[in-house]
């Protein structure tokens, strides 16, 4: 009977806290940033100081997107949050730097977006040392929750703002790449995240080369680690985050200037929210510097047992102040003067031509990305011989297809154009390989990453074009001269064989700027050419003077 009675008691007393919270009235802990009041409500703290810290919680991650960004922003700029504490004693608010947990309960509360909400969380039964044991640790989805009254008091947010945070808190889980597109990291490639395989769903995952080579490729490895089957797709990113870019820009560009404008505030008010933290906490530090000493004014003075500890309370009080003054004149002197006329006329600017913005070296690749998942939800990929294609789903609900080309096997950003392939395969039927190498410099091309030419650099193409090497006596295997092979063979001066070539007398071919001249050597042998060369061997007496020597021009 005792044991039945008891277990009625517990029964009624849950089920009556149960009848009070569907009331909205039930409270066992009150989140920091709100007291209780009479009638068993609560209300907003009437510290400022305390409203404005989770207020710039909330204002932070609106602008960072992440809890560990903002995590990080706070200390950086060394900002102290309300902390409760438990316990007779103990003040209620404690000022520390925070931890992700304290900022992750903040934000995933909804008592802050001003609803009353019970049974958040759900028991569940285990057995430990052969006893029965009640665990109470299972996150319930809100709509799984027992009571949630909207609008029960006055919130930090509204109640769109917390569901909006709580999706965006939901899709930066990394670890859930299937749910989510992960947060915003570092790294070259502008879209992980957002693909997802058009073969199996799955998402694609993004890989990066060697150090320093800046080239990334998306790729799914479908069921390879369940059923070691082989990877679905894969495809490198430079070229379809280009074209995926360029489609973010196109529909960017209306709203150019007015994120212009909204940046330029952004500046002006980019110290204020420190300052505002800065000032609230030296208030509180002179109100308890001015009670530390009323406290002290009031005890005797020959007392030195209480005088001594009130004396030394308010000595740590005025440096706490002292210490908040120089951190606010520090902060003034630090700070970045106001946007000047040339700086608001360079960023309307950029308003107007976002893909200048979009390319300048100076913003960063997060700011990219978030721009893209800001109009980006998902995109479907797959891969053909030849082409991927792709289905963007933008956040409106709008769709684009866009089909993108392949680059054939081996071909790469870095590969050498198609034109001095050419070329090499030509002159290395005229010349050696160090000779090619100073005709391609002296004519100004260039490898495909942009270095000059050397004989290991010609040699190199040549073995991967399967380019023989020119042996010597080939050109005259085939009955091709040069240019001063020409003008000994017709005992006249280089610059004469020239000369007959430009008029159009002496056919000849150059393969491009600085290459040696071909000449057939039967030519040479034509009645016209052979007159012209009789000419000018007339034309110019030789010397009687042994000494004499020719100009070999």
Same mark, same amino acid.
């Given at each position: ?117 019970? =049974? ?5 039964? +285990? *057995?430990?040392? %052969?006893?029965? $044991?009640?665990? &109470? @640790?299972? /996150? ?41 597109? =992960? ?5 070259? +490639? *502008?879209?992980? %995240?957002?693909? $997802?395989?058009? &073969? @199996?769903? /799955? ?41 995926? =870019? ?9 709203? %150019? ?297």
């Amino acid at each position: 009977m005792s044991e039945m009675e008891v277990s009625v008691f517990r029964q009624r007393s849950i089920e009556a806290i149960k009848q009070k919270a569907r009331r909205g009235e039930y409270f066992s802990t009150v989140g920091v940033g709100y007291v209780k009041c009479d009638g068993d409500r609560i209300d907003k703290d009437p510290d400022r100081r305390v409203r404005d810290a989770i207020s710039l919680i909330f204002r932070k991650f609106a602008e960072l997107q992440t809890v560990r960004q903002v995590l990080v922003w706070i200390r950086q700029e060394k900002i102290f949050l309300p902390v409760l504490q438990q316990g007779p004693g103990k003040q209620p608010i404690l000022w520390k730097a925070p931890v992700y947990h304290t900022l992750h309960h903040i934000l995933t509360n909804p008592v802050y977006a001003g609803a009353y909400a019970f =049974g958040r969380r759900g028991t569940t039964v +285990a *057995l430990v040392e %052969g006893r029965k $044991r009640m665990i &109470r @640790c299972i /996150r319930r989805a809100a709509e799984s929750w027992e009571v949630l009254i909207k609008e029960h008091h006055e919130g930090y947010i509204n109640w769109e703002e917390f569901v909006r945070n709580q999706e965006i808190i939901s899709d930066n889980a990394n670890g859930k790449s299937y749910l989510g597109r =992960g947060s915003v990291r570092r790294g070259e +490639a *502008l879209l992980p %995240g957002l693909f $997802r395989c058009g &073969r @199996c769903g /799955r998402k694609l995952t993004v890989h990066y080369g060697s150090r320093g080579t800046h080239t990334q490729r998306y790729s799914c490895r479908g069921a390879f680690s369940e059923r070691a089957e082989m990877s679905c797709i894969n495809f490198g990113g430079m070229r379809v985050d280009q074209v995926v =870019g360029h489609e973010v820009l196109e529909r960017v560009q209306p709203l %150019g200037i007015e994120a212009a404008l909204t940046a330029m505030k952004n500046l002006e008010r980019e110290h204020s929210e420190k300052r505002l933290q800065l000032e609230n906490a030296l208030e509180q530090a002179r109100f308890e510097a001015a009670r530390a000493h009323r406290q002290y004014d009031a005890s005797d003075p020959e007392n030195r047992l209480v005088t001594s500890e009130l004396e030394r309370r308010w000595n740590e009080r005025l440096v706490a102040v002292r210490a908040l003054d120089e951190e606010l004149v520090r902060l003034e002197t630090d700070q970045k003067p106001a946007l000047t006329s040339p700086d608001r006329d360079r960023l309307l600017l950029l308003g107007e031509d976002l893909a200048l913005a979009w390319n300048n070296p100076d913003v960063a690749n997060e700011t990219r990305k978030k721009i893209v998942r800001l109009l980006i939800k998902e995109i479907v990929v797959d891969v053909s011989d030849k082409t991927i294609d792709l289905i963007i789903h933008w956040q409106g609900g709008d769709h684009t297809r866009l089909t993108i080309k392949k680059n054939r096997a081996g071909q790469t950003r870095w590969s050498n154009d198609d034109n001095v392939i050419g070329l090499i395969e030509a002159l290395a039927r005229q010349m050696p390989d160090k000779s090619i190498a100073a005709v391609l410099n002296r004519s100004g091309k260039q490898t495909g990453r942009g270095n000059t030419w050397t004989r290991m650099r010609v040699c190199s193409v040549r073995t991967q074009k399967g380019i023989a090497l020119y042996q010597e006596g080939e050109r005259k295997a085939r009955g091709e001269v040069t240019l001063n092979e020409a003008a000994d063979i017709l005992v006249v001066s280089p610059s004469t064989v020239r000369r007959m070539i430009e008029i159009g007398l002496l056919p000849a071919q150059q393969l491009c700027k600085g290459a040696p001249w071909i000449i057939r050597e039967e030519a040479l042998h034509t009645e016209n050419v052979q007159h012209e060369a009789n000419c000018r061997r007339a034309r110019v007496p030789s010397s009687q003077d042994p000494r004499q020597r020719t100009l070999n021009l």
